[in-house]
């Protein structure tokens, strides 16, 4: 499958630990995004990148939150002291320039 | 900033019914127009999109027009199945960074 591959699919974690996601492009796609998806609304950009290059952030990514992508290929975010808030779906999404975005199955993350 | 506004749902219809689920965007300059869809248990994939005024998109049946004086793009699709059954959400994507803005979504569910 060469798609966009997202790890962890699920993770739980406990208010006030740290978390980390993965996301592995389709193979020499120079941009990578990432969106955050609470249940009933539709993805919220957070972040992009144009190979390594961390181009645009959204208001909605608070302090707590880093994204990087070291090598121009893969990329991960995490969450610091997470709070009952960040509970949500993160996709990520990369695309060729600016063709269209593929969209990876997501990490869905429960904060207890 | 860029806005969609999309139908509520759920909408529930039969087989072969008439599909039309409205969407209308606010946005400066000129962006292009996505559907996207999500089947259960799926990630989001692009069904259909339009990048300037009168486009039609049109893919899998469906079908939207980008109507720049009513600020819309509503999809439609005449005879609808029970694979149909989806989530689904409009788009727009300013051409500067190509970043997504999404609607609240529209879940559909087809009935036999």
């Known amino acids: 499958d060469t798609g966009v591959s997202q790890n962890p699919r699920h993770k739980i974690t406990k208010r006030g630990q740290n978390v980390t996601f993965r996301c592995d492009p389709i193979?020499?796609?120079?941009?990578l995004y990432w969106y955050r998806q609470t249940l009933g609304q539709g993805p919220e950009f957070l972040t992009y990148?144009?190979?390594?290059?961390?181009?645009?952030k959204s208001r909605l990514l608070s302090d707590r939150f880093s994204a990087e992508r070291p090598k121009g290929s893969f990329s991960t975010l995490e969450i610091q002291r997470t709070e009952q808030g960040d509970s949500a779906m993160y996709l990520c999404?990369?695309?060729?320039?600016?063709?269209?975005?593929?969209f990876g199955p997501g990490t869905r993350l429960t904060v207890l | 900033g860029d806005s969609v506004t999309q139908m509520e749902g759920p909408v529930t219809l039969s087989e072969e019914a008439f599909l039309t689920i409205n969407c209308t965007y606010t946005?400066?300059?000129?962006?292009?127009l996505f559907w996207y869809v999500q089947y259960p248990g799926e990630g989001l994939q692009l069904l259909l999109k339009?990048?300037?005024?009168?486009d039609k998109g049109s893919n899998k049946g469906f079908e939207a027009t980008y109507r720049k004086e009513t600020t819309s793009f509503h999809l439609e699709k005449g005879s609808v199945q029970v694979s149909d059954s989806a989530v689904y959400f409009c788009?727009?994507?300013?051409?500067?960074?190509?970043?997504?803005?999404f609607g609240a979504g529209t879940t559909v569910t087809v009935r036999a």
């Open positions: 999404a990369s695309s060729l320039g600016l063709a269209e975005q593929f």
């Open positions: 193979s020499e796609h120079n941009r």
């Open positions: 990148f144009q190979n390594e290059a961390q181009l645009e």
């Open positions: 946005a400066t300059g000129y962006p292009s």
């Open positions: 339009a990048t300037k005024a009168d």
């Open positions: 788009a727009l994507s300013d051409r500067d960074d190509y970043k997504l803005s």
